[in-house]
């Protein structure tokens, strides 16, 4: 069984970088082609944004809206993967999600929610001063 877990601070101020942690237990980030380790995240009121994902190779890709402030990297030691979203403010404030995602070798829908098999159980984040 996959368990995902999210963890950081819960208040970031504005301008500050948003840094949370998924550490997954049961499997290994390192393996398998068909997974994509992913961020998501759901501000209030509004639905499910995907913000980017990191694969078995450490290959990453971002959503282009939040390409210019967002990185995301792994510790494979402690089969971890991190997000980090630089210069945030209040509109980044939301319940922020680890998923894993199961696509073909070359091809995953992002925004295919039914897609994300493992979910961790969310985070709230508030950007606040």
């Known amino acids: 069984q996959v368990q995902l877990q999210e963890s950081g601070p819960g208040l970031v101020k504005p301008s500050q970088t948003l840094s949370l942690t998924c550490t997954v237990s049961g499997g290994s980030i390192t393996t398998n082609y068909f997974y994509y380790w992913s961020w998501i995240r759901q501000p209030p009121g509004k639905g499910l944004e995907f913000i980017g994902y990191i694969r078995y190779s450490g290959g990453t890709y971002y959503s282009p809206s939040l390409k210019s402030r967002t990185s995301i990297s792994r510790d494979t030691s402690k089969n971890q993967f991190t997000l980090q979203l630089r210069s945030v403010t209040p509109e980044d404030t939301a319940v922020y999600y680890c998923?894993?995602?199961?696509?073909?070798?070359?091809?995953?829908?992002?925004?295919?929610?039914?897609?994300?098999?493992?979910w961790g159980q969310g985070t709230q984040v508030t950007v606040s001063s």
């Open positions: 998923a894993r995602g199961v696509g073909s070798a070359r091809r995953f829908n992002v925004t295919s929610w039914g897609e994300y098999d493992y």
